[in-house]
């Protein structure tokens, strides 16, 4: 459920990548830029200079296989000159270490280019050398990396479980449910909150089950099991369907691939009644 590839070394100094050896995780949107090739490639620093960015446009976040890793986000609108493949980072899942690495690099990119200037006075913000920060050098002003909690939680009946469908044009994945953590709130009684506002349903039971970074931007999904304790389904706006399955009802629908958190708490429903 998160990463474990000991080849990845985290890294915070500032370096550039003028004349160093390594690669470049190039971001637009949700997606990385990547070579043809199987498993793709990515981008040697020495491509840097054929691309449409300064220097200053990329931060070094570590190394990975004794190679420095260089990331960025490309501004909305430039072209690349660089012949290209774009390709979504969650698709990644097969090459799991790339996965893990290229998702840390996209939620660093992402802050980085939405946390260019100071959110008190609107100075440029500048890369702290010691540590993961961006630091403001007219008011002082420090920042550090934005991580937004979010619950995900199997809810039980039995030996039935309860999937939902999301309203979003496209997505036909049952899953269990989720939500964002609200200020004030601990997880147990976001667990409660977000199982009844979706649902309408009662949980009793709450267990911690497992944390998996989801860098979509940037989330942090906190896992819990928690056994159905009242109530009747009843729909809001989120959920487009709603139901409760037995392990054999699960491949009447599609559900959360592998490496994802929701398709471990399924996998443990599984496991238990099997």
Known sequence: MHPTDSHFIPGYQTRSLENAQGVVFLYHKQQIALLSSDPPRLLEVTLWEQLPMQPSDFFYFGEWQGQACFAAHLPHGVELEVEVEWHRVRALYSYQDLFWIAGRGHHLAHWHYTHKFCGRCGTPSQIVESELARKCPNCGLTVYPRISPAV????????????????????????????????????????????????????????????????????????????????????????????????????????????????ALLDEFVAQNS
Request: net charge negative; with cysteine.
């Open 152 to 263: 995900i939680m199997s809810v039980v009946k039995g030996n039935q479980i309860l999937l939902g469908k999301i309203v979003r044009p496209g997505i036909q994945i049952y899953s269990v449910l989720a939500g964002f953590v609200e200020p004030g709130e601990s997880l147990e009684a976001c667990v409660a909150r977000e199982v009844h506002e979706e649902t309408g349903l009662h949980v009793k039971n709450i267990r911690y089950f497992g944390s998996q970074p989801w860098p979509f931007p940037d989330q942090l999904m906190v896992g819990f099991t928690a056994e159905y304790a009242g109530g009747e389904i009843v729909l809001d706006d989120e959920l487009e369907d709603a139901g409760w399955y037995t392990v054999d009802e699960l491949s009447s629908v599609a559900i959360p691939p592998k490496p994802s958190i929701a398709r």
